[in-house]
């Protein structure tokens, strides 16, 4: 495939999770950020970065399931938090590409368990420490539409706490 479209195609993901950060219900963040790893996931795949792509995949998973907390109340559990998480140590383990795969497993393990607070100030700050990680991923797998989605996330996260207010999402 043309290295232009698949570069393009990661620029469609960075559209979605620039909109994710400016929504503080986090049902709409989820929603958003699901659509934008579909978009990276088929990217990473594309680039053969197979570590990032199936973290996607548990990325997809995990927000499917954030989005029915209301209608399926085992989803809040801590087992169902642990089975993410063993998922993710599967995944890396069966992917293992050296120390790089580390950096796909600490950005969604941390964000994992800053989304099960259901706390928007605490997943804010469970994003302003995974997105380094994922920046750093796509640099070396060489993903510009990753490298751009992440520094503005780390942008759009901070406008976020800057337009809501710290204190306000700790009540949401």
């Known amino acids: 495939m043309n290295e232009m479209i698949i570069q393009a195609i990661g620029f469609i993901g960075v559209l979605f ?3 994710s950060y400016q929504q503080i219900s986090n049902h709409k963040l ?3 950020q699901l659509m934008g790893c579909l978009v990276f996931c088929f990217q990473f795949f594309i680039l053969g970065a197979y570590t990032g792509a199936l973290g996607l995949l ?5 927000n499917v399931l954030l989005l029915k907390v209301n209608d399926w109340p085992w989803v809040r559990s801590k087992v169902t938090l642990s089975a993410i998480i ?3 140590i599967f995944i890396t383990a069966w992917t293992w590409d050296g120390w790089i795969s580390l950096l796909p497993f ?3 393990g941390i ?3 800053g989304y099960w607070t259901n706390n928007a100030q605490e997943i804010r700050l469970s994003q302003l420490i995974g997105s380094p990680c994922t920046l750093l991923y796509d640099a070396m797998i060489n993903s ?3 490298m751009i989605s992440e520094a503005v996330a ?3 996260i901070l406008v976020s706490i800057r337009r809501f207010g710290w204190k306000e999402m700790a009540n949401n």
């Open 17 to 19: 999770f620039v909109i």
């Open 30 to 32: 989820f929603f958003c």
């Open 58 to 62: 548990v990325n997809i998973t995990r």
């Open 86 to 88: 063993g998922l993710l």
């Open 106 to 108: 600490a950005s969604v």
């Open 111 to 113: 964000t994992s368990i």
């Open 144 to 146: 510009w539409g990753g």
């Open 154 to 156: 780390l942008v759009s």
